[in-house]
C-alpha cells in the first residue's frame, strides 16, 4: 500500500458531520465512524453507525473483508491483511483479495449535505473460487460523538421494515439510522463488546466501546455490485427512491462531478471544512473533535476561501460571525450545546478586521463587487471603538496607544491551554502577536475613518520602541507583563513572527527582520512548522503525549504548530526581496516537507500539531483548517509566480 495502514481518511458531509476511520480498516478513535451526523449543524454531533462487520464468503469457505482492535490490543478479524491497495481520490477506496484470487473494491463516500454515507462493493476479478456472497453487520451506537457506548439493556434493536429500507432508533433523543440495501436483511441483534482504541489510550483517555448489532445484509456479487447507504433520519433532505443501487449510482454521480469542478486535490481538500450554520456558512477549525472557533475561522479563511477563490464564501463566513459582534468582541467560540458564545479571545476579533481586509483586497483584485462591503467595514469600526474605550477581561488601548489584555486566570490569546486549571503560558500585559493584529487593525481602521490614524502611528511607533530587544536579536513576547509597566518577558517564542510576516501591514523589516528570521530558524523551526518554545528553554517540552494535563502542558511549549510556516515563510521571503529564486529555495527548504506529510496522519490534510523533537510526530488534530489553509496560501499567493501584466499596463510604466 502507498499509505500507511495507521493514516487517516475523512469524508466530511458539510453539515458539520463526516465518516472517518484508517487505512487499514481498524478503528483507533472514539471518533471513527461511518455515520457521524451533526444534528444541529454543525454542532451536536452523534456517532450513529459506527463500523461494519464484512465477510466474504465463497462455496464453504469465508473471508473476512474487515478488522476491528480489541482489548487488550487484538485485531479481528484479519481482513486488514487482504488488503492490497488503497486509494483516496475522489474518495476512500480498498481492494482485496481473497485466497481463491478474487479482487474486491470497496468505496465509502459521504454525498454533500446530506448527512448520509454510500458502502458499496464491487467484483473487479472474480479469481477461481466461484459465486461470492458479501454478508455485511452494521455496528451501531447512537452515542455523543466525544463519549463511549457499553452494553446496556435500553438500547432497541427493533428493525422496522419501510419497503426497501431498514430503520433502527437506537435510542429517544437520537436521530433514527435508515439503511437502504441492494441485499436482504436479516434481523439477528447481537452485542459486539470491548472494542480497543489505540489512539485514545495513547491520549490518556477511556479507549473500550461495545456496540451493538441489530442484523445482517446478505449481497449476491454474482448479479453485480452490492450498495448499502446508512442515512441519519431527520437532519437533511431525506434520499428519495428505494432502489439502493440507483441511489447509489446517482449520488456518485453528483459528488463526482461536485468534487471534479475543484481545481486541486487541496482545493477539494478546503471544501470539507465549509459547513452550514444555520441558513449561512462557517468553518470547521478541525475534525474529527473541534467545530466551528472564531479565531480559526478567521486566520482559515483566508486560504479555504480567499486563495481558492470562493469569495461568496468568504462573504457568507464573515457576514454569519459579525452579527455575533458583542461589546466590540466576537466570540472564539459556539459550544457544542447550544449554550451562549464564549467571548474569551483578544486575537479573534482582530483576525477578523484582517480577514475583512482581505477579503475586500481579494474582489478589488478579481474586479468582484465585495458582498455586504458597508456592514463589514462597520462591523471592524465597531471592533476598533470597543477595544479602544474598554472591553471584556481587561482589553482596552494604554496610553502608549498599545493594546493591553488579561486578567488572572484569564487566557486570551492563541496559547490558550489550560492544566488543572491553571494557565500554561500565561501571557496576561501586552503580548506580541496582539500588537501586530492590533496595528494593523489600526491601519485598516485608518483607511475607514481619519478617527484611527493617529492610533495607528502613535502604536506603530512604540511597538518599535517596546518590543525590540537588541540583547537577544529577536522581539519580546509579551511587554508589561501582568500590566506591570516596563516588566517584559524575553522567552523566544513564534508568537513575533506575525510582526513580520503573515499580516497586510509587516511591523519589522531590514536588518532586525533578518535578525529574528535567523533565530527563529536556528531554534524554532522544523519540517513540520515553529516550535512553540526553544529547545533550550528549561520548560521546553520534547513531545506532546500523556494524559490530558501533560498535553496541555506541552501544548505552547515546545509542540510545532504548522499554521506559522505561512507568517515565517512570507517573512522569509519577503526579506529576501521576494525573488523567483527566493521563492524557490523557501518552498524547497520549508514547504516541500508539509507536501510529503499529506500522505501521512489526514489524507491530504495538515495536522495541527508535531512534536518538538525528531521525527517531529503528527499530533493532535489529523485534520486542522488553519494548517491547511496557510499551504494553500503559500501555494496561491506568496509562493505563487506574478501573473503577467499586460503589454499596455508594462509600456506605461517603461513611459514614466
Not at 448520509?116 to 464491487?122: D, E, G, I, T, Y
Not at 475561522?297 to 457568507?316: P, S, V
Not at 464573515?318 to 455575533?324: N, S
Not at 526579506?575 to 523567483?580: E, W
Amino acid at each position: 500500500m502507498s499509505f500507511d495502514p495507521r493514516a487517516e481518511w475523512l469524508e466530511a458531509d458539510g453539515l458539520g458531520g463526516f465518516a472517518s476511520g484508517t487505512v487499514s480498516g481498524i478503528r483507533t478513535r472514539r471518533y471513527h465512524a461511518l455515520l457521524l451526523a451533526a444534528v444541529t449543524p454543525p454542532t451536536g454531533r452523534m456517532a450513529l453507525v459506527n463500523d461494519v462487520e464484512v465477510w466474504a464468503s465463497c462455496g464453504d469457505g469465508h473471508e473476512a473483508l474487515c478488522a476491528h482492535g480489541y482489548v487488550p490490543d487484538v485485531v479481528h478479524p484479519d481482513g486488514a491483511s487482504r488488503l492490497v491497495s488503497f486509494a483516496r481520490d475522489p474518495w476512500p477506496r480498498w481492494t482485496s483479495k481473497l485466497a481463491g484470487g478474487a479482487v474486491i473494491e470497496h468505496e465509502r463516500f459521504a454525498p454533500h449535505e446530506r448527512a448520509a454515507v454510500v458502502l458499496a462493493w464491487r467484483v473487479l476479478d472474480p479469481g477461481s473460487g466461484g459465486p461470492l456472497t458479501l454478508r455485511v453487520r452494521p455496528l451501531i451506537s447512537g452515542r455523543d460523538s466525544h463519549a463511549l457506548h457499553r452494553e446496556n439493556p435500553v438500547f432497541r434493536f427493533d428493525a422496522e421494515r419501510r419497503g426497501a429500507r431498514v430503520r433502527w432508533r437506537p435510542y429517544d433523543g437520537v436521530p433514527a439510522i435508515t439503511a437502504l440495501a441492494s441485499g436482504e436483511y436479516r434481523h439477528d441483534p447481537d452485542w459486539y463488546r470491548r472494542f480497543y482504541y489505540a489512539e485514545e489510550r495513547e491520549r490518556g483517555l477511556d479507549f473500550v466501546e461495545d456496540l451493538a448489532s441489530p442484523g445482517e445484509f446478505t449481497f449476491d456479487l454474482a448479479r453485480g455490485e452490492a450498495a448499502l447507504v446508512f442515512e441519519a433520519e431527520g437532519v437533511a433532505t431525506p434520499l428519495a427512491g428505494d432502489d439502493a443501487l440507483a441511489v447509489a449510482a446517482a449520488l456518485r454521480e453528483l459528488e463526482r462531478a461536485r468534487r471534479a469542478a475543484f481545481a486541486s486535490p487541496l482545493a477539494r481538500a478546503a471544501d470539507q471544512y465549509l459547513v452550514r450554520r444555520g441558513a449561512g456558512l462557517t468553518l470547521i477549525a478541525g475534525y474529527p473533535w473541534f467545530t466551528d472557533w472564531g479565531r480559526d475561522t478567521f486566520i482559515a479563511l483566508r486560504g479555504l476561501c480567499l486563495a481558492t477563490g470562493r469569495l461568496d464564501a468568504a462573504a457568507a463566513i464573515l457576514g454569519a460571525w459579525a452579527d455575533a459582534l458583542s461589546d466590540g468582541m466576537l466570540p472564539n467560540r459556539f459550544p457544542d450545546g447550544g449554550e451562549a458564545p464564549e467571548y474569551n479571545s483578544v486575537d479573534a476579533s482582530l483576525w477578523f478586521a484582517v480577514a475583512v481586509h482581505d477579503y475586500l483586497a481579494a474582489c478589488e483584485a478579481r474586479g468582484v463587487v465585495a458582498a455586504d462591503r458597508a456592514r463589514l467595514m462597520f462591523t471592524v469600526v465597531r471592533i476598533l471603538s470597543g477595544y479602544a474605550g474598554g472591553a471584556r477581561f481587561g482589553i482596552r488601548m494604554d496610553d502608549d496607544g498599545l493594546l493591553r489584555c488579561g486578567e488572572p486566570g484569564t487566557q486570551l490569546t492563541w496559547m490558550d491551554a489550560r492544566a488543572d486549571g491553571r494557565a500554561v503560558t500565561p501571557r496576561v500585559g501586552k503580548p506580541v502577536e496582539v500588537q501586530a493584529l492590533w496595528i494593523n487593525a489600526l491601519r485598516i481602521g485608518a483607511g475607514l475613518s481619519e478617527r484611527w490614524q493617529a492610533p495607528f502611528a502613535k502604536a506603530r511607533e512604540s511597538f518599535v520602541q517596546r518590543f525590540w530587544n537588541d540583547g537577544t536579536g529577536w522581539l519580546n513576547d509579551v511587554v508589561d507583563v501582568d500590566h506591570l509597566d516596563g516588566l517584559v518577558d524575553e522567552t523566544l517564542r513564534p508568537n513575533q513572527v506575525l510582526a513580520l510576516g503573515g499580516l497586510p501591514f509587516p511591523l519589522v523589516q531590514g536588518t532586525r527582520a533578518h535578525r529574528v528570521l535567523e533565530s527563529l530558524e536556528t531554534w524554532l523551526w522544523t519540517p513540520m512548522g515553529l516550535r512553540s518554545l526553544s529547545p533550550a528553554h528549561p520548560h521546553y517540552h520534547a513531545r506532546y503525549e500523556g494524559g490530558p494535563a501533560d498535553r496541555d502542558a506541552a501544548y505552547h511549549q515546545g509542540t510545532v504548530w504548522p499554521w506559522l510556516t505561512g507568517a515565517f515563510v512570507e517573512a522569509w521571503v519577503h526579506a529576501r526581496g521576494a525573488s523567483a529564486d527566493a521563492r524557490r529555495e523557501a518552498h524547497d527548504r520549508f514547504v516541500a516537507p508539509l507536501y510529503s506529510h499529506l500522505a501521512e496522519a489526514g489524507i491530504g490534510h495538515v495536522s495541527e500539531i508535531a512534536d518538538g523533537d525528531r521525527p517531529h510526530a503528527p499530533r493532535g488534530c489529523p485534520f486542522q483548517a488553519w494548517s491547511l489553509a496557510e499551504l494553500l496560501r503559500l501555494q496561491h499567493g506568496v509562493l505563487a509566480e506574478p501573473e503577467p501584466r499586460p503589454a499596455l499596463e508594462r509600456g506605461a510604466e517603461a513611459r514614466s
